[in-house]
């Protein structure tokens, strides 16, 4: 049987559109954006289209994808007061409604205005409702994300006897405000970038301003902003994109999944980069003497923690000469093997 011929099974293809007007600026129609938006988002399920009218007067246009809003806040904060109360008095139904939107109804959300198919269809996959008004060139976004996300907890790699019991999550803003608890100061930054044609992920690179190297700083913003991936799905794709010595069988970066490491590193004048969907983070540059550390090494004295830290070096010598030394010696000199 011939399943793509004639007798066979058709197959759905997208309707074709091109990357004309998916680029191009939105339209005072709302029904011409609607027709626009259904063909971006052809075959997905989850993007929901609610159209509604204001007393009789004026239309909207709800586009958000289903399950990474809070239905709730947009319904208490938004649609109920312009469904039973209407515009403010004074107020145009066409110039001001976006203006209106963003400074009464939505004063406790973050929004934007875009104008941009393209950007508008990316917030909207990020968790963001966007608004369309008739005769408006200018669609609102808001950002009402929710969705399930994984609690802090206690890192189960890491594990301290004294210090901090919480662990970095795969949402990049819990991470970014553990990082903010701890350093109460404008001096640490944060510069956002996307990474990945197709996941558009966020990839944060924190650092103390006045602290770290500006050489370091300059070349670890220039490795991430030259990654060209078409996704992202976790930090090791950044870890082997930004490395300098691809076979070096030692790590080059620091990966850990505690704040407190990472603000200790910050303190050390180094980086860190977080990336949206993973606990782990990256913290450059990372010297061989690094992997031999361990988080209590912060919180203990100084005689006790470097007492520690000898033992760990001479162990760690001792692991990789003595199996050498057995082996030279029972196969090339067992004389020098006593019998028993």
């Known amino acids: 049987m011939d399943l793509f011929g004639k007798r066979g099974l058709k197959l759905n293809t997208a309707p074709k559109l091109s990357s004309e007007n998916v680029s191009q600026n939105i339209s005072s129609d709302i029904m011409e954006n609607e027709k626009i938006l259904k063909h ?63 400074q009464e109804l939505f004063s406790i959300l973050q929004t934007k205005k875009l104008s941009n198919f393209e950007d508008i269809a990316e917030q909207v996959l990020k968790g963001s409702v966007a608004f369309f008004a008739n005769g408006e060139t200018v669609a609102l976004l808001a950002k009402a994300e929710k969705f399930e996300t994984r609690s802090i907890e206690e890192s189960g790699n890491e594990p301290t006897i004294r210090g901090p019991r919480e662990s970095f999550t795969e949402k990049l803003q819990t991470n970014i405000t553990m990082l903010r608890r701890i350093f109460a100061t404008p001096k640490l930054k944060m510069e956002t970038f996307k990474i990945g044609k197709l996941t558009k992920t966020d990839v944060v690179v924190t650092y103390i301003d006045g602290i770290v190297s500006e050489s370091v700083l300059n070349e670890v913003r220039k490795s991430v902003e030259q990654i060209q991936l078409d996704g992202i ?61 361990a988080p209590d090494d912060y919180y203990e004295r100084f005689i006790f923690v470097s007492l520690n830290r000898w033992v760990r070096y001479v162990l760690a010598l001792f692991s990789v000469l003595f199996p050498s030394i057995y082996v030279a010696l029972t196969n090339f000199h067992p004389e020098m093997v006593p019998p028993n």
Request: hydrophobic share 45%; net charge negative.
């Open 40 to 102: 971006v988002f052809h075959l997905c399920s989850d993007i929901i289209f609610r159209e509604m009218t204001i007393h009789g007067q004026t239309k909207l246009l709800l586009v958000y994808a289903e399950g990474m809003i809070d239905a709730n806040l947009i319904t208490s904060n938004v649609l109920k007061p312009l469904m039973y109360s209407g515009l403010p008095q004074g107020l145009g139904a066409i110039d001001s409604l976006a203006q209106m939107c963003e």
């Open 233 to 293: 799905l976790e930090s090791g794709y950044i870890e082997e994109s930004i490395e300098t010595s691809r076979y070096s069988p030692f790590p080059q970066m620091l990966n850990t999944e505690r704040p407190d490491v990472v603000a200790a590193g910050l303190l050390e004048g180094r980086a860190a980069i977080l990336t949206n969907g993973t606990p782990f983070a990256l913290v450059v540059p990372m010297t061989f003497w690094s992997g031999l550390q």
